[in-house]
């Protein structure tokens, strides 16, 4: 059978302010049309379709209409919560979808009450799904036994737990099954794509890739958002984002994968890569070697490497209107004013432009303004 591997969609993500829906339209109508190019039996969405736990009317609907196109042509369609999402709000879905032929899983299941699936795929072979939605540390490890002991413990704690709540998902998993494991978390050795939400990465969020028995053909993992195997019993993938969520992403290669598996065979994978979504680009130099910029379609973070001055970042922005941050070169920025002593009693004009010379943010224009309201103010 052939699968679709999925994840991190973050639908709703706003880039500075920035609206990116018609990017994220875009970009998953390419994952459609993989879909139906490679004749998928299965996609699967390893969590984080929305980027906000209260998505908009707008994100919803766009996600809502993917699955189904998705689900086209009888293909089975799973879809779990990642940490971005709202569990309870995949839970309201999940009835609805389910009448649609979607099996989608905000919270954990027993293994008999959907959190193993078992279809057949459109190619004939019997399938095993074992679904792990993302799970805090707070639901797996009590908050009573969080009060006592060591981080290393807790971690420990969590990692054990997770590796026994996979145990019993696959329990069922047998020789002449397609046996596929998905869930939503982070594993050692994964490389952080840049965009992820660290304070649901770090230490006590890991669980090991043991959790997974060697009968798993492959696991679907998402969270991180950098495409790449992890080392492990079995094939262990994270697919990506299918586009760059922030800059801290900008060197990935947006995209899915491409599965072909069948019972007692370990995963074929494949990457597909994406492009329709805008890149995502760190561009630096003065004003006058950014006005020569080439910029193309992307969205642009600029280093400005002049002295701050009034309206600097304005004109940036009129040069190139896809910068979406602008900051200065750590060389010239403004360093804190400390105070001398023993110097002689100065009025405020000669105290302000002595503070705006020695921040390193010394402006005429700003310094007549100031003259301006002193004089107003003191009348």
Known sequence: ????????????????????????????????????????????????????????????????????????????????????????????YRPVLGKLGLH??????????????????????????????????????????????TAAEHNRDYAARIAELMGALTAGFHGDTVNLVTTHGTLPGGAFGGGERQAQSIFSYYFEPTAFPPSTQYAALGHLHRRQQIPGPCPIWYSGSPLAVDFGEEGNTPGALLVEVSPGRPAVVRELAFGSARRLRTVRGTLEQLEGLE???????????????????????????????????????????????????????ELFREYLTATGRHDDQVAALFDRLHDEVTG
């Open 1 to 92: 059978m052939k699968i679709l591997h999925t994840a991190d969609w973050h639908v709703g993500k706003v880039l500075k302010g920035r609206p990116r829906i018609d990017e994220h339209r875009a970009v998953l109508r390419e994952l459609v049309a993989a879909a139906r190019e490679h004749d998928v039996d299965a996609v699967i969405v390893a969590g984080d379709l929305f980027d906000t736990s209260a998505p908009t009317p707008e994100a919803q609907a766009l996600v809502l209409n993917v699955l189904m196109a998705l689900r086209g042509d009888g293909r089975d369609v799973v879809v779990l919560a990642g940490n971005h999402d709202n569990p309870q709000l995949l839970e309201v």
């Open 104 to 149: 989608v899983i905000g919270s954990f299941r027993r293994p008999d009450a959907g959190g193993t699936l078992a279809f057949t795929a459109r190619s004939g072979e019997p399938v095993r799904l074992a679904v792990l939605p993302f799970l805090s540390h707070r639901y797996v490890v009590r908050a009573a036994e969080v009060l006592a002991g």
């Open 295 to 349: 910029q193309g379609d992307d969205w642009l973070k600029v280093i400005v490497e002049e002295k701050p001055r009034v309206g600097l970042a304005d004109d940036v922005r009129e040069l190139l209107p896809g910068a979406v941050d602008v900051m200065l070169d750590e060389r010239f920025r403004p360093v804190p004013a400390t105070r001398r002593a023993g110097s002689p009693e100065r009025g405020a004009r």
